[in-house]
């Protein structure tokens, strides 16, 4: 007679794990970072480095704090995921207290202190950087051009300086250095009357949109692509926030082209394709049937649209995402699936 | 006629999972040697346990009934061969709970001598009463794994006309190739059971469900199609995803339709049998034979020599793990059916009852680590998966909150418990363990709940019967205050009343002399 | 001006309407009663300090009682009720009893003098029996109310715990403290 484990179901080793869903993703970050780099200098490198360094510390203090074990929620990965997508959203050579505060902030009040992992109903990063850009509005405007652009911009090591110390060295300004982001730009502009043509002849526009962001963009959704492969993410967020933008845009911009943005440049600018394939698809703050995330999509781009055109702010991709987070649990109510056999 | 129709419809979610088929489907059909004990429990098919009609040191023959059932919902057991009969014994049972059953134990003597106690039939010359009889007298129950005694269903399925016979060969779960091998060797018998069944109970035409990839199935069956020539049979690939092979999934991908809740797959007109449980029919009435064996697959990394192996009903499942060269070095989960559905057994003493469909043996590292569960992070995979179109993931919030009507509203009784959302959770969270556990409960509640109202029924009786002694008490002191209030004051008046009194108790005393007192 | 005609008009309107509401959709008895009734278990024993389940109802929907003094229906029940009247669901008050497995009466027959004490105490007449004559329980009509308890002089009557079998088995809740909410070790 031979005696057996019996520890219940299920049986077989499964295919997923969390940290494997979050290392794919910053995997799948790493081509668009790489371009990012290439285009506007290394802060946003060392944006990330600040953030993962306070976000790791954070979560193993607060886990400490909480009672928890350390290793599985330290080796998930999801809070370096926050980090990063944190950290893409300030602008390059932000101080480090800026993004420490954001990170602190994410990581244990719009996370733990919910619960933790799978607990949270608003979306940590975008919480932290809702914290950060009413906090500190002036820095978070300074954003820096293209390296191409800008021929007395800081260099790697001016920015490492700018990073800890907030401070410009080499007798540079903050007000020479930097320059309003596309969508920033086109916001003032359109205020004063001028007309897209003419915004858009700037020397900081490419194609469609912002040079050396549209191809960021690309790269992004590159990424974002990859992932839907992987099943990392289901394409339906994706999809709903991008028509979310388009839809109403694309009606804007036929409707009068002279003061509205086109749909390529609400596309390519700002956060919108990082918002779609990476922020919004944060699977705990969202909602979960495929019916609910198309509306979550959806809902979070028409808000970003909303928001551009007649906000105060010039990009509107975190305020959408929270709105929506809140929206979730009454979305999930009403899209439950029609389980078989019943109808409805 | 053979009419292949390929088939677009199809299930919501589902898996393609490893198969794991041709570990055992290498070499033919083998037979486990008949072991030193044979442990039958009385009950080893859903509803009453059977009741023993013999007792320690009878002898019975093979094919013997020893068990007859109990109720309408209830199975026979027969001796698989002659020995005799040690008697009733508490021993364990390949039930999840790990509980003790009652197990009738026989000791076969050697000899293998049969007796011949049904007669056989023509089966051209059955009428439906016949059928059940017989079926019922051979202690045939469901032997896809449930287990469900085959009369019963035949019976409930008879009062319906114009019925479709689904003949489930699909066998999705993997490492299970039972029905596989049966589909191979014993293709005529299968088809022969299932016409029997057609022409007894009036159904129009049989489909014969086997999936694509079991090649040489599909060959064996479609040729005794051919060979049997009649237009009822119908053969149909379907694709091999799991679980394909469930009654209510099989049917939609069959025929597009849905069964509704709380219902049976014979309300909407379509009756499943096992391909096993069909040639188990046909040998009862063709050649009088009970259900005394079954083929088992025994396979897995930790068994030595894989394949299917007929063994008599009650052998040890140690035994049969022998006779498939012993356990690999390494073994160290013994389940009951297949990785998805199958119970982990605490050890290879229980033996082979009529549910046995797969013995499997893992090793270490094919199976997952318990208790590395993670927080659901409300990805939604569970819900895409689902072949029953529920949503797991509320259901796991429901039932781990104790809020066990929230989920029964939530259609919980709809699970399968297939396992697929297990599988693809990537918080490892043991999702159907939940739902088992909640249906379970549910059912539990629900019983207490008809206690429940029977206590109050009879709580409200009984005040209704008290109050209304209570009023007939106010009534007759009532009655009498109102005769002392009227009745003369006189003392001859009076004296006529004690005198009346007396001869009342007087007759009552008498009375209570011969009988008994009464309250 | 003509505000305040306007206002006073419409308030005198609404008031017509609530009162000819309340006339003609009047209902006999309170419903909530009965549906609060149906989900307590029906022991009639009083654990709750209410002299039997439906009075217990009563008391809960005139908000004289908290939803979590019933120890036989337990955490269903309050949950149940929590559902049902929307206020919150709170742990058993252990004033009014434990949790206990389910149990029945036995009497003990070699002691049992006939006195039908027992008999009139049951709430669901669950013990048969007559003066002098052997009484004995039913036990699948007796809800373990323990109200026979007392009144036998002779002390006969044991609570014994439901047995379970293999029919009476059920799934274990898995462990849903797994990672989550080990502490550090």
Not at chain 2, 144 to 149: L, V
Not at chain 2, 190 to 212: N, S, Y
Request: proline letters at 7%.
């Amino acid at each position: 007679m031979k005696r057996f484990d019996t520890s219940g179901a299920p049986y077989l080793q499964p295919e997923a794990s969390v940290s494997q869903m979050m290392t794919r993703l910053l995997l799948s970050l790493v081509p668009a970072a790489a371009v990012y780099t290439w285009f506007f200098g290394p802060g946003l490198l060392l944006n990330i480095l600040v953030a993962s360094a306070v976000g790791l510390m954070a979560e193993a203090l607060v886990l400490n704090l909480r009672k928890r074990p350390l290793k599985p929620y330290l080796g998930d990965g999801s809070v370096l995921v926050t980090a990063v997508l944190f950290a893409w959203c300030l602008p390059p050579a932000t101080p480090w207290w800026i993004t420490a505060t954001g990170m602190i902030f994410a990581v244990v009040f719009a996370k733990h202190l919910y619960g933790g992992l799978g607990h949270n109903p608003f979306n940590p990063a975008m919480a932290g950087y809702v914290l950060v850009l009413i906090s500190f509005p002036q820095e978070l405007t300074r954003w820096l051009p293209i390296t191409a652009l800008a021929s007395n911009g800081p260099d790697a090591l001016q920015t490492l300086w700018a990073t800890f110390t907030g401070e410009l060295g080499g007798g540079l300004q903050w007000d020479a250095v930097t320059m309003a982001t596309p969508l920033d730009y086109v916001k003032t502009e359109l205020a004063r009357l001028t007309t897209m043509p003419e915004i858009k002849s700037h020397v900081m526009f490419g194609d469609f949109a912002g040079r050396g962001v549209e191809w960021v963009g690309n790269f992004i959704a590159l990424g974002g692509a990859w992932m839907i492969y992987k099943n990392v993410i289901r394409w339906h967020i994706p999809v709903a926030v991008i028509a979310g933008v388009l839809i109403p845009a694309t009606l804007a911009y036929m409707m009068d082209p002279g003061s509205n943005g086109s749909p390529g440049l609400h596309l390519f600018s700002g956060a919108t394709l990082l918002g779609a394939f990476y922020i919004a698809t944060d699977p705990v703050s969202a909602a979960t049937s495929p019916r609910g995330r198309l509306i979550f999509g959806l809902g979070v781009g028409v808000i970003t649209f909303v928001v551009r055109k007649w906000g105060g702010y010039p990009d509107g991709i975190a305020f959408g995402v929270l709105l929506m987070n809140a929206a979730a649990p009454l979305i999930d109510h009403f899209t439950r699936p029609r389980v078989y056999g019943n109808e409805q | 006629m053979i009419k292949e129709s390929p088939l677009a419809k199809s299930f919501h979610g589902g898996l393609k999972l490893n198969g794991h088929k041709l570990e055992s489907t290498g070499g033919t059909l083998r037979s486990a040697p008949v072991p030193a004990r044979l442990v039958l429990p009385l009950n080893q098919h859903a509803g009453r346990a059977a009741v023993p009609l013999v007792s320690a040191g009878d002898r019975v023959l093979g094919y013997q009934e020893i068990a007859r059932p109990d109720g309408e919902i209830s199975c026979a057991l027969h001796a698989p061969t002659s020995a005799t009969v040690l008697g009733v014994q508490r021993l364990p049972m390949p039930h999840p709970s790990g509980l003790m059953g009652d197990c009738l134990v026989l000791e076969p003597d050697g000899k293998n001598e049969f007796g011949n106690f049904l007669p056989a039939i023509d089966p051209d010359s059955l009428d439906l009463p016949t059928l059940l009889k017989r079926v019922s007298d051979a202690g045939i129950a469901g032997l896809g794994g449930a287990a469900f005694p085959t009369a019963t269903k035949l019976a409930v399925a008879a009062a319906t006309t114009g019925i479709t016979l689904v003949i489930n060969g699909a066998e999705c779960e993997p490492y299970i190739t039972c029905d596989d091998m049966l589909m191979r060797e014993q293709s005529d018998q299968i088809l022969l059971g299932a016409k029997i069944i057609l022409d007894t109970l009036g159904a129009q035409r049989a489909l014969v469900a086997i999936e694509r990839d079991k090649l040489k199935a599909l060959e064996s069956m479609s040729a005794a199609i051919e060979r049997l020539g009649d237009p009822r049979f119908q053969l149909e690939k379907i694709f091999t995803i799991y679980p394909a092979g469930g009654e209510r999934q099989l049917i939609q991908v069959l025929s597009g339709k849905e069964v509704p809740a709380g219902k049976l797959p014979i309300d909407i007109g379509y009756l499943c049998q096992n391909v096993a449980t069909l040639v188990a029919i046909y040998r009862a009435v063709k050649d009088g034979q009970p259900l005394v064996s079954r083929i088992t697959t025994v396979t897995g990394s930790g068994i030595a020599e894989p394949g299917n192996y007929l063994a008599m009903l009650g052998t040890p499942l140690e035994t049969l793990a022998e006779s498939a060269g012993g356990y690999t070095p390494g073994a160290t989960r013994l389940i009951m059916g297949g990785p998805m559905m199958g119970i982990a057994l605490p050890s290879d003493e229980v033996p082979v009852v009529k549910a046995t469909n797969c013995v499997l043996v893992l090793q270490e590292d094919e199976v997952r680590a318990s208790g590395d569960q993670m927080p659901c992070i409300r990805c939604g995979e569970c819900e895409q998966i689902c072949p029953a179109q529920l949503q797991p993931q509320e259901l796991y919030w429901h039932i781990r909150g104790n809020d066990l009507a929230g989920a029964d509203e939530l259609n919980l009784s709809a699970c399968i418990e297939c396992g697929c959302c297990d599988f693809v959770c990537p918080s490892h969270i043991p999702l159907s363990q939940y739902y088992r556990f909640a249906k379970s409960q549910v059912r539990l509640l629900d019983a207490r709940r008809v206690q429940s109202d029977i206590a109050r029924q009879r709580f409200e009786d009984r005040k209704e019967r008290l109050d209304a002694e209570a009023a007939r008490r106010k009534e007759r002191l009532e009655e009498k205050r109102k005769k002392r209030a009227s009745r003369e004051n006189t003392p001859k008046a009076i004296k006529g009343e004690i005198d009346a009194i007396l001869a009342r108790t007087r007759g009552k005393v008498a009375d209570s002399d011969e009988g008994g007192e009464t309250r | 001006m003509v505000a305040v005609l306007l206002l006073t008009s419409l308030a005198l309107a609404f008031g017509l309407a609530l009162g000819f509401a309340a006339q003609r959709f009047r209902i006999e008895g309170d419903p909530v009663v009965d549906q609060v009734d149906a989900l307590l278990p029906q022991t009639q024993c009083g654990q709750c300090s209410f002299a039997g389940c439906r009075p217990y109802a009563e008391a809960i929907v005139d908000n004289r009682a908290d939803i979590n003094q019933c120890p036989p229906g337990g955490e269903p029940t309050i949950r149940a009720l929590a559902d049902l009247l929307s206020r919150e669901a709170k742990p058993l008050n252990p004033e009014n009893g434990e949790e206990k497995p389910a149990t029945v009466a036995v009497i003990d027959e070699d002691t049992c003098i006939g006195c039908t004490l027992c008999i009139q105490a049951c709430p669901v007449d669950a013990i048969v029996g007559g003066p002098k004559q052997m009484h004995t329980v039913i036990a699948r009509e007796c809800t373990g109310c323990d109200l026979c308890l007392e009144p036998c002089p002779v002390d006969c009557i044991d609570m014994v715990v439901v047995k379970t079998g293999l029919a009476a088995w059920s799934w274990p809740k898995p462990d849903t403290t797994a990672t989550n909410n080990k502490s550090a070790a």
